[in-house]
């Protein structure tokens, strides 16, 4: 059964075991993702950069280091080893008061759309990663909202205060995209678990870099070839 996660595709394969684990915890190119769908809700409408840096902050540390940690403290079968409970409650915690903190400053500023929108990531980000519900909320569906359609909602929200018909078509393409990395990556870590034969599962990891890539790659590109 392959259970240690620190030869993902993900993990750098260079540093200290301390450092690979970090990275690997992050999940970067998903994590990428996340920020990337809320930076396409930033751009659906009006936007400036200072804002859309604010909410790839925000979904950074909720997403990127509570929501993983938090995952890491849900799962039974300790994919990145005994790491001390402490610490991941602590990183999860600190982070979430981190992004919490940003998204009040606009919530009370001109963005109030960005608070029930909020509450629904904070609902999901508990019971979606610490299988809360007896894990009735850890599945496809939640991931989709979640990670996919939220983000761009919010990053519209902390812009406009609005959601356009653009915002909808974007969240739209972010929960197909969502759907697609979820579906493949479930099959993927069970392939790697059977310990199946890489050929077996590396179009499976193909398609998760692939999809990341562009996600992340196109949104960069867009901005830059909006300012240059």
Not at 36 to 45: H, K
Not at 57 to 77: E, N, P, Q, T, V
Request: net charge positive.
């Amino acid at each position: 059964m392959q259970e240690d996660r620190l030869s993902e595709w993900f993990v750098p394969k260079f540093g200290s075991q301390n450092f690979r684990l970090s990275m690997g915890i992050l999940f970067l190119p998903y994590t990428g993702m996340v920020v990337s769908f809320a930076i396409w809700g930033s751009l659906s409408v009006e936007f400036s950069l200072d804002r859309i840096g604010s909410i790839s902050l925000l979904y950074f540390f909720a997403i990127g280091i509570s929501a993983h940690c938090l995952d890491a403290l849900g799962s039974k079968k300790k994919p990145w080893g005994d790491i001390s409970h402490s610490k991941l409650w602590s990183a999860a915690i600190i982070s979430l008061i981190i992004s919490f903190s940003v998204g009040l400053y606009y919530i009370f500023l001109d963005s109030w759309l960005l608070f029930p929108i909020g509450i629904m990531e904070v609902f999901f980000l508990f019971a979606y990663n610490l299988e809360l519900f007896r894990g009735k909320f850890h599945n496809n569906l939640s991931f989709v909202i979640s990670w996919g359609i939220l983000p761009v909602f919010a990053g519209a929200a902390i812009q406009s205060n609005s959601i356009t018909v653009e915002t909808i078509m974007f969240s739209a393409i972010a929960g197909i995209v969502s759907y697609i990395l979820i579906v493949t990556s479930r099959k993927y870590k069970e392939l790697k678990r059977q310990n199946a034969n890489y050929e077996t599962y590396y179009k499976k990891e193909v398609i998760l870099k692939i999809v990341s890539s562009v996600v992340i790659f196109s949104t960069i590109f867009f901005i830059a070839l909006r300012y240059l």
